[in-house]
């Protein structure tokens, strides 16, 4: 492995732990609230320009029902069953899915987005159905989904009252997984961060949008 990318995979599992150390050890989960690419979208592609999508078999076949959701697997990801371990649905819905209700997006909810990154730029390099980079936001870049977020959170108060929603929010377990498509995609298949940054140098970059992501996240929380 990217040595460099296997130092910036720990530090997303340490930030996440120091999000959710205190909620967890105390026994109490209020809700999932996840970030990321495909590997958590559990079908906000579904509801934007993105191609890459899941939302045809055989993905979800083994999926309640047998339906293709969005997930980028055959059934549950691992964002689900660390829900219903917790006691919590035994998914995480994607935001952007309108025919959730009110009460299932308070017990957690997933803004992810296959195709993201942390640079936004990696967004902006998912390839079109034409097999070259689209340069327009095609996945949710990480900056969009924090707003998400924030926008999550105020339709919470609005559904919940303040006082529920802001003790929602603070129990929530937070989980990023992200990072692949910036340095798979994004650096190595494309010239732009190559000629602006060394690896060790792109790392670097991304370690710091990792930890600007987190302290953002925490903010609005």
């Known amino acids: 492995m990217f040595p460099h990318l296997l130092h910036l995979w720990l530090l997303l599992v ?78 995480v819905p994607a935001y952007l899915g309108n025919r959730y209700a009110a009460d299932q997006l308070a017990t957690g909810v997933s803004f992810a987005s296959g195709g993201s990154g942390l640079d936004d730029l990696t967004s902006k390099s998912t390839f079109g159905e034409d097999k070259r980079p689209s340069f327009e936001d095609l996945a949710i870049p990480m900056s969009q989904q924090l707003e998400y977020f924030k926008e999550y959170k105020e339709k919470l108060k609005l559904n919940k009252g303040e006082s529920l929603a802001n003790k929602t929010i603070a129990e929530a377990l937070y989980i990023f997984s992200i990072g692949n498509n910036d340095i798979g995609v994004n650096y190595f298949l494309l010239p732009i961060r190559r000629v602006q940054y060394t690896p060790p140098q792109y790392v670097t970059y991304l370690i710091g949008l990792a930890g600007a992501a987190v302290r953002a996240a925490s903010w609005a929380g």
Not at 21 to 27: F, K, P, S, Y
Not at 45 to 72: C, E, H, I, M, Q
């Open 14 to 91: 340490f930030v996440q732990i120091l999000l959710s150390l205190n909620t967890v050890a105390a026994g109490k989960v209020s809700a999932v609230i996840v970030f990321g690419d495909s590997t958590v979208d559990s079908g906000n592609n579904n509801y934007n320009l993105s191609p890459g999508k899941a939302n045809f078999p055989p993905y979800g076949r083994d999926f309640d029902g047998g339906v293709a959701t969005g997930r980028f697997s055959n059934g549950r990801l691992f964002t689900d069953f660390i829900s219903e371990a917790f006691g919590l649905p035994r998914s």
